[in-house]
């Protein structure tokens, strides 16, 4: 358990108003020059640990140092190259880019924020000064930044072998999982491709069964109608469509993750003032108060929720759902207008994306017709390749 160190003016080979990166070294960590990824360079999110590098998840508040990355090591030894940690919201406990050194703004709205957990990463394949990003999710984090920042985002299926969390400061074992971003499909396929060493080939939707999930209420105008859009086209292109209901998750999710949180950090909980932004705190707070019985039952639901999901995903090849319930909003802003009222942007958010990091299925975020509007993908538990076939299938078209 290391303090974190005060933010260090780093050399920047770019300007960073957004202030996205949080740790620059003086020059990248260079991959394998005969790899499968070589020429690609890619941001890492300062939740893995990097040899050299310093780990402090964007907080003030001491952390635990888990030792090297295995899925950094892996991408340098396929050739890519490291150029730099990116901030996110605090220790990855929330969904805006807020933390302990100013917080992340977005890539093109600077007055609005760019979503999180893997704020910085989803900023730094936005303006093209990386290929691809390195992010985690556990209940969102990299597919809120991907959807309000315009670019494409990959939660694999939970465990999958290729995304390993070795070496990665955990918010929740329970849900945690590693991915990518980028600024297409193109490039996550190949990244994708290099890690498994299995050709992923793109994909008709002729005849492909589309569950769409858009609950009543829990979205804006803009994002319903993208929604519309985005199936009108899948219409278009073959797929059969049919409306489908799934429940809110978070009376699971939020036990599960904020006692494991809660263990994570346990050590700088000791201290009266560990350094923790105050929701951060009182959220960790929230997490060592639950008793046993009440994560167990939490534990109990998410199965009664993987089953639902399961059965959902024997009648659909994939279903489509809103990503985020409204375009971006304004930094500091704490609720989301949608059609069912107001309600506390946090939630708003959560229950939209928390389903498939709780339940481990695999999904992609792609951009929609709104700008700054994303849309989900969800695969069938194992079935990345078949998942990211099918959006390499829309690209271009």
């Keep these: 358990m290391t303090p974190a160190p005060d933010s260090a003016p780093a050399p920047a080979p770019f300007p960073d108003p957004q202030r996205a990166w949080a740790y620059l070294p003086a020059s990248p960590l260079s991959g394998a020059a005969d790899g499968p990824l070589c020429g690609l360079t890619f941001s890492v999110k300062d939740l893995y640990g990097v040899a050299g590098w310093p780990l402090r998840a964007s907080t003030r508040a001491p952390v635990p140092d888990l030792g090297e990355s295995v899925l950094v090591r892996r991408l340098l030894d396929l050739g890519a190259s490291a150029t730099g940690k990116t901030h996110l919201h605090e220790i990855a406990l929330g969904i805006t880019g807020m933390n302990g050194f100013g917080g992340t703004a977005h890539p093109f709205l600077p007055e609005r924020v760019p979503g999180g957990s893997s704020s910085g990463a989803a900023v730094s394949v936005a303006l093209g000064q990386v290929d691809f990003a390195l992010g985690t999710d556990t209940g969102g984090s990299i597919r809120v930044p991907a959807a309000w920042c315009g670019v494409v985002g990959y939660k694999p299926t939970k465990d999958h072998p290729a995304w390993s969390t070795a070496g990665v400061l955990p918010l929740s074992w329970t849900c945690d999982h590693a991915g990518p971003l980028a600024r ?62 799934f429940p809110d998750v978070l009376d699971a999710y939020s036990p599960i993750v904020l006692s494991e949180a809660a263990r994570v950090h346990a050590e700088a909980l000791r201290q ?95 951009p929609s017709s709104a700008p700054f509007v994303g849309l989900q993908l969800v695969g069938r538990h194992g079935q990345d390749n078949r998942l990211l076939g099918l959006a390499l299938g829309l690209e271009g078209q």
Excluded: C, M, N
């Excluded at 979205?219 to 409306?243: I, K, N, S, W, Y």
């Excluded at 909003?329 to 959560?350: D, H, I, M, S």
């Design 184 to 245: 297409d499909v193109s490039t996550i396929v190949r990244v994708q491709e290099a890690l498994t060493g299995r050709q992923v080939e793109a994909q008709a939707w002729a005849g492909v069964k589309v569950g769409v999930w858009l609950p009543e209420g829990w979205v804006d105008g803009t994002v319903q109608e993208a929604t519309h859009l985005f199936a009108a086209r899948l219409a278009g292109l073959g797929a059969t469509l049919e409306a489908v209901t």
């Design 272 to 366: 009266a003032d560990p350094g923790f932004l105050p929701f951060t705190l009182a959220s960790l707070r929230q997490g060592q108060a639950l008793t046993e019985a009440e994560v167990q039952a939490a534990f109990e639901r998410r199965a009664a929720y993987r089953t639902r999901l399961d059965d959902l995903l024997t009648r659909f090849d994939v279903l489509l759902a809103p990503a985020v319930p409204t375009p971006p909003p304004l930094t500091g802003q704490e609720e989301a207008e949608v059609q069912e009222g107001r309600v506390p942007l946090r939630r708003a958010v959560l229950r939209l994306t928390a389903p498939f990091s709780l339940l481990g299925a695999p999904t992609a975020v792609l």
